[in-house]
């Protein structure tokens, strides 16, 4: 989303059910406006509308509360046309909110809005930022599955496994993903050119072998000094590790089993991979490498913006919000020497009901409509931030990005990204998200540094996270 100026990393360290069915079904909306497609003479698809009148039951004027963090002037002009969209298609609520940055009245949102369950009067809605299943693990979120039972849009297995599976807990569903934009691999089509190398996505690496040989071909050292590099897959690595163990065969957390396995043979084999990697094209010194430049993602103080990278790993946002401006195709991560299939990883904002809320089945539809119809205006005239839900229209995309690469690009490269989605990795799962977060980074820091080994990194680390989640499921 627009408010991702404030990078991904820096967002993990700062960041009555028994009448539903009656309810539920006599929600059926006053107006239903249906989406319709025309081409103008920019090229730029546009979404109009045309009202169909249903009669629908009367019903009691409710008012309920959303909150949330965001903070940014798309924000403040695209949600609040979201909202008035969902309010068209339900007369009979109001939504009070504000797009301020924190709760009404100010202060640290999550303390906020903990404080405010625990007291037994929290918002009806909330905005997360960090995975639900932290929160519902505490018991502060309401469950929504019997909600989504009698859903119209927001039904059980109408989202994408990985992101649906990042809001539940013990089998129910305590969140819905709203976006869930995937990452890929970016490569300068200018720099293969430069070496007559295929420009072509079916030419791409397919194995972490082709891929640190591809990245060889690009390092410039000059007096001793690290010019350019090719890529170095631990940059920017905090929220993207479950999907290079997923890469390799591993897994980081499985919720099933409610254990993590940071210290798998698979997970091992990545942080000596990649120690094997730095000392091959980066003369084994991590301290340098990080003074030598910024090699993480597309945005514009990255090396790859200033076609010092050739290749960068990144997120569908990445396009129109960096933006990038230099020539580019992107492909799907290559498979490491245990993996068994490419994968990706995916950033997700959830709406959530916390305990104790006074509307359950009007917050539910103001979830489900964030989460499903009304996030076509925010992915059209917001950010390019693709839905989690599986029935989002493909022909649906960004005006900034039509603005930068032109509509047949974008389309193409939306159509590429909403499908490769499907192969989501698990991930944003555990109660414990961001602390495993940390101590994962912590863990790849003293590998590179070569204080510990990658066994005793991860050793440590997956003591440190099983204590902490033991911790967390006691209560």
Same mark, same amino acid.
């Given at each position: 989303m627009s408010f991702r100026k404030l990078s991904r990393r820096e967002l993990l360290k700062?960041?009555?059910?028994?009448?539903?069915?009656?309810?539920?079904?006599?929600?059926?909306?006053?107006?239903?406006?249906?989406?319709?497609? %025309?081409?103008?003479?920019? %090229?730029?698809?546009?979404?109009?509308?045309?009202?169909?009148?249903v009669i629908a039951p009367e019903h009691e004027k409710v008012t309920i509360s959303w909150w949330s963090a965001f903070t940014t002037d798309t924000c403040k002009k695209v949600f609040p046309e979201v909202v008035k969209e969902f309010e068209d298609m339900y007369p009979y609520i109001t939504v009070d909110f504000e797009i301020s940055g924190g709760p009404p009245g100010g202060g640290d949102f999550m303390q906020v809005l903990l404080a405010r369950i625990a007291a037994g009067n929290p918002p009806d809605t909330a905005t997360l930022w960090s995975t639900p299943v932290q929160y519902a693990a505490r018991g502060s979120l309401l469950a929504m599955d019997d909600f989504m039972a009698q859903a119209k849009w927001a039904r059980q297995g109408s989202f994408f496994e990985g992101p649906i599976g990042s809001c539940q807990w013990r089998g129910k569903t305590y969140g819905l993903p709203a976006s869930a934009s995937d990452s890929a691999m970016f490569i300068n089509t200018d720099k293969l050119k430069a070496k007559?190398?295929? /420009?072509?996505? #079916?030419?791409?690496?397919?194995?972490?072998?082709?891929?640190?040989?591809?990245?060889? #071909?690009?390092?410039?050292?000059? !007096?001793?000094?690290?010019? %350019?590099?090719?890529?170095?897959?631990?940059?920017? /690595?905090?929220?993207?590790?479950?999907?290079?163990? &997923?890469?390799n065969g591993g897994v980081v957390y499985d919720p099933t089993q409610e254990q993590y396995f940071l210290n798998s043979d698979q997970n091992i084999e990545v942080f000596d991979y990649w120690l094997k990697w730095l000392e091959e094209q980066y003369k084994g010194d991590v301290?340098?490498?990080?003074?030598?430049?910024?090699?993480? !993602?597309?945005?514009? $103080?990255?090396?790859? +913006?200033?076609?010092? +990278? &050739?290749? +960068?790993?990144d997120g569908f946002w990445a396009i129109p919000d960096a933006p990038i401006k230099v020539p580019f195709e992107v492909f799907d991560y290559p498979v490491g020497p245990s993996g068994k299939g490419t994968a990706t990883a995916w950033w997700p904002n959830w709406w959530a009901m916390p305990k104790g809320c006074a509307h359950p089945p009007e917050a539910f539809l103001l979830c489900e409509w964030f989460a499903t119809k009304g996030w076509?205006?925010?992915?059209?005239?917001? &950010?390019?931030?693709?839905?989690?839900?599986? $029935?989002?229209?493909?022909? /649906? /995309?960004?005006?900034?990005?039509? $603005?930068?690469?032109?509509?047949?690009?974008?389309? #193409?490269?939306?159509?590429?990204?909403? $499908?490769?989605?499907?192969?989501?990795?698990?991930?944003?799962?555990?109660?414990?998200e961001d602390f495993a977060t940390t101590t994962l980074t912590s863990a790849l820091d003293e590998t590179l540094h070569k204080t510990k080994t990658p066994k005793q990194a991860l050793d440590e680390a997956q003591q440190l996270c099983t204590s902490k989640l033991q911790d967390a499921l006691k209560g």
């Open positions: 700062g960041a009555g059910l028994a009448a539903v069915g009656t309810l539920l079904a006599a929600c059926a909306p006053k107006t239903v406006e249906k989406v319709v497609k %025309e081409t103008v003479p920019v %090229e730029q698809t546009v979404v109009v509308t045309e009202k169909e009148t007559n190398l295929s /420009i072509k996505r #079916e030419d791409m690496p397919k194995t972490w072998d082709d891929l640190k040989a591809l990245s060889a #071909e690009f390092v410039v050292y000059k !007096g001793g000094d690290l010019k %350019e590099i090719g890529f170095a897959p631990w940059t920017g /690595i905090s929220w993207e590790f479950p999907l290079w163990s &997923a890469l301290e340098k490498f990080n003074a030598a430049g910024n090699w993480s !993602g597309t945005y514009p $103080d990255s090396g790859f +913006a200033m076609q010092l +990278a &050739a290749m +960068a790993s076509e205006r925010w992915l059209t005239y917001g &950010a390019a931030d693709l839905s989690a839900w599986k $029935d989002f229209p493909k022909d /649906i /995309i960004n005006v900034q990005m039509v $603005d930068l690469l032109g509509k047949d690009r974008t389309l #193409e490269l939306t159509q590429y990204f909403v $499908d490769y989605l499907a192969k989501g990795c698990p991930m944003w799962n555990s109660p414990v």
